[in-house]
């Protein structure tokens, strides 16, 4: 199938007026980011993020309701990958302060289910958890192998036949655990994962991000100036740079004024624009690939002919291709949930964008330099 095979558009002719549409997303972009900033996950700002699978369909708006009882500060619910499941998550990285007694007193009285007026005491606690000591050894292997059944995070101290300790950790999950139980006794869940990151992990992360992203942009350049010249590996750089600097201005655009599109900066979203930027150079290596065939066989032809021939023989191959990528990633981005939205729509734009920045930024910037320095670009 071979569609747009013979067309002749005079692609470098308009790119005056692309070069407003790129400086105006551009500088949009980077005025919002400014004054309006980004919105970063748990991965980069910590935090937790616990995720509650239920037996029976949820209404998220009754979930969020009770969970908004529990003193956990400020709040995010969202389904999580079908009807069944609710990703909470929250700036704190362990139970409050003025909470924990009552988290005390939980366990206590889920003890005393399990074993009536059994002699304990509590030996150590921390925000994180809380050591009993028991009085025989018989007696602690019971309690935590009925509290570990009741769903909290039960062990012994030691392996050791004596042992007459037992730790519970308390975190998040388990204070929300304790209460919701209660609300919804007609459909059992159970704690699906809970991740926590503190912030000076969540900055490493933030500056790992970048530094990434940064590297893939030099290996990169070096790469393309081996390959091709060293202009069009600049070219293409630049490309990928206004490629993420306008999805990233997306990101801030969008955050709170399009429901479904509060799109959060983790470590998926960093993923995404690997992806996309390894999708937009492949396009562009593409478009550079024909310009140095046809400047071989066209040896007296002028710049801005063959770049226009170039880019117009590969534009079958980059409408099959980008679009099929394309309508695979928005069948994910509609139908795989909450968890692969923002992955989904940092795709499809990233393809959009590629495409469009491979014609109009780095194909059009080697033509700029030709013309500015009258050098003759041959290979």
Known sequence: ?????????????????????????????????????????????????????????????????????????????????????????????????????????????????????????????????????????????????????????????????????????????????ENLKIKFKDNPFKVLKEDQVGPKVGKELKQDAVIAVFLSLVVILIYLAFRFKFIFAFGAVLALFHDVLITLGLYALLYGVIPGLNLEIDLSIVAAFLTLVGYSINDTVIVFDRVRENLKIHKTMPLFDVLNMSINRTMSRTILTGGTTLLAVLVI????????????????????????????????????????????VEF
């Open 1 to 177: 199938m071979r569609i747009f095979e013979n067309i002749h558009i005079d692609w470098m002719g308009r790119r005056k007026l692309f070069y407003i549409v790129s400086s105006a997303l551009f500088f949009l972009g980077l005025l919002t980011m400014i004054f309006r900033g980004l919105e970063f996950g748990i991965d980069f700002k910590g935090g937790s993020e616990i995720v509650l699978q239920f037996e029976k369909p949820i209404n998220i708006g009754n979930i969020r309701t009770e969970v908004e009882k529990l003193g956990l500060g400020n709040i995010e619910l969202k389904t999580y990958g079908g009807e069944n499941a609710v990703l909470i998550r929250t700036e704190l990285q362990s139970i409050p302060a003025n909470l924990y007694p009552r988290v005390v007193q939980s366990i206590q009285s889920e003890i005393d289910n399990a074993i009536p007026n059994v002699e304990r005491s509590i030996t150590d606690s921390s925000q994180n958890s809380i050591t009993f000591t028991l009085a025989n050894p018989d007696t602690t292997n019971i309690l935590v192998e009925k509290l570990f059944e009741a769903g909290f995070q039960t062990a012994k101290v030691s392996e050791e036949p004596d042992n007459k300790k037992m730790i519970i950790s308390v975190g998040i999950s388990d204070w929300i655990k």
């Open 333 to 376: 981005f509609i139908f795989g949930g909450e968890v692969l939205r923002a992955f989904a729509f940092t795709l499809a734009f990233g393809i959009i964008i590629g495409t469009y920045s491979s014609i109009f930024v780095a194909s059009a910037l080697v033509l700029e330099y030709a013309s500015k320095t009258k050098k003759k």
